[in-house]
Nanobody
Framework: QVQLVESGGGLVQTGGSLRLSCAAS????????VGWFRQAPGKEREFVAA????????RYADSVKGRFTISRDNAKNTVYLQMISLKPEDTAVYYC??????????????????WGKGTLVTVSS
């Protein structure tokens, strides 16, 4: 069982930066690939980024490539999402999710094992 808690969201101006954190409970955090997803008002949830169990592999949505960086610190049971050059269209609730299968996280299927409750990111124009 893994519990995920996101933090670091807030209000930022266009062009600003934020770093989101996803803190996980449990002693086997390194057994899980982790992804970030987001859902804007009135839109479907979409994949943002994913990282494999030991950080060897990462994947990004085209819309965030070059602006967002996902990383993890397994010793701290935490995954980060560094976001720079933020745009109003990045406004959304950001969720982290964990699954034992990296491809499941990348594909963003409904079969992902664990989800956090989300943190709101608002980018003002």
């Amino acid at each position: 069982q893994v519990q995920l808690v996101e933090s670091g969201g807030g209000l930022v101006q266009t062009g600003g930066s934020l770093r989101l954190s996803c803190a996980a409970s449990g002693r086997t955090f390194s057994s899980y690939a982790v992804g970030w997803f987001r859902q804007a008002p009135g839109k479907e949830r979409e994949f943002v980024a994913a990282i494999s169990r030991f950080g060897v592999s990462t994947r990004y949505a085209d819309s965030v490539k070059g602006r967002f960086t996902i990383s993890r610190d397994n010793a701290k049971n935490t995954v980060y999402l560094q976001m720079i050059s933020l745009k109003p269209e990045d406004t959304a609730v950001y969720y982290c999710a964990a699954d034992s299968m990296y491809n499941t996280v990348v594909l963003g299927t409904n079969g992902i094992d664990y989800w956090g409750k989300g943190t709101l990111v608002t980018v003002s124009s």
